[in-house]
């Protein structure tokens, strides 16, 4: 049996990317999933995974709530969903604020809301969340409101942890790198004009990791799985850096 065999596990934004080599890391776990993202056509060719999927806008509250109670009592919720805005102190508009701040923050205390009462119940429960090391860790460039909503990740991963310590409920977060996904390729287009081409722009990526590489999205799942699993049954509160050696 896997580390995850018996236990009910929910992943938000896992059509691609993290949350999508998370889903199907819990399931080579033996966990059983709900894999959910707002673009339906993203979870295509989960179920033969043996995974369950849904539609679901981590915005609208009342499908959130709606979703985690129809997925049952769940043992693990991991929280991946989250946008990156290049952008500055000075370049911010008001609608990038509300929408990180919405997306990034507040739609992860409406899931862990949800999740709660079901995890009091049956004694225990991990919530993973995602944060980066852009964040309280280390400040990066182009980065303000993106880094400003991961270090609230962090003091809301430390509040629940501190708040249910005492019923079996862990919850911590992942600070990565940079990471190979669908999103990353799109920063690195759209900062293409600016360094002088395609390459030179995943260069300038690449060239932040100490280890000369990005990181794969699998590599964040062995560290979410480690974070779900009974593994880390001693590990609350935590912001666990992941990345290439970016912050050495
Ligand atoms: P991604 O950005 O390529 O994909 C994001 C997924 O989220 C998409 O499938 C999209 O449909 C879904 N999504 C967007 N809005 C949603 C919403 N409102 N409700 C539900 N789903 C929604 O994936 P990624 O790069 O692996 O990023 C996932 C998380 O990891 C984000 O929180 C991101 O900030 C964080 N992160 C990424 C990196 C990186 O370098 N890629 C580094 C550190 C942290």
Request: charge should be negative; glycine fraction near 10%; include cysteine.
């Amino acid at each position: 049996a896997g580390r995850l065999a018996g236990k009910r596990c929910f992943v938000t934004a896992a059509g691609q990317g993290i949350g999508r080599a998370s889903a199907l890391a819990f399931a080579a776990e033996g966990g059983s999933v709900l894999a959910t993202d707002r673009d339906a056509a993203k979870l295509e060719g989960l179920a033969a995974q043996g995974i369950e999927t849904a539609a679901l806008d981590v915005l609208d509250d009342a499908a959130v709530a709606a979703a985690i109670a129809a997925a049952g009592p769940l043992d693990v919720l991991f929280n991946c969903a989250g946008f990156v805005h290049q952008n500055t102190v000075e370049s911010c508009t008001d609608a990038e604020w509300d929408f990180a701040f919405g997306l990034n923050v507040r739609s992860m205390w409406q899931t862990i809301r949800a999740t709660l009462p079901g995890m009091i119940a049956r004694g225990g429960g991990s919530i993973v969340n995602m944060s980066s090391a852009c964040s309280s860790v280390k400040g990066a460039p182009n980065r303000f409101l993106y880094g400003t909503t991961k270090a609230a990740v962090i003091g809301m991963t430390k509040s629940v942890a501190t708040e249910y310590v005492t019923r079996g409920i862990r919850c911590n977060c992942l600070c990565p790198g940079t990471v190979d996904t669908p999103s990353l390729e799109e920063r690195i287009a759209a900062n293409a004009a600016a360094a002088g081409g395609l390459d030179q722009a995943r260069a300038a990526f690449v060239a932040r990791q100490a280890m000369g590489r990005l990181a794969t999205a699998e590599e964040m799942a062995a560290l979410v799985v480690y974070l779900a699993a009974p593994d880390s049954t001693f590990v609350t509160g935590q912001a666990i850096v992941i990345d290439g050696g970016w912050t050495l």
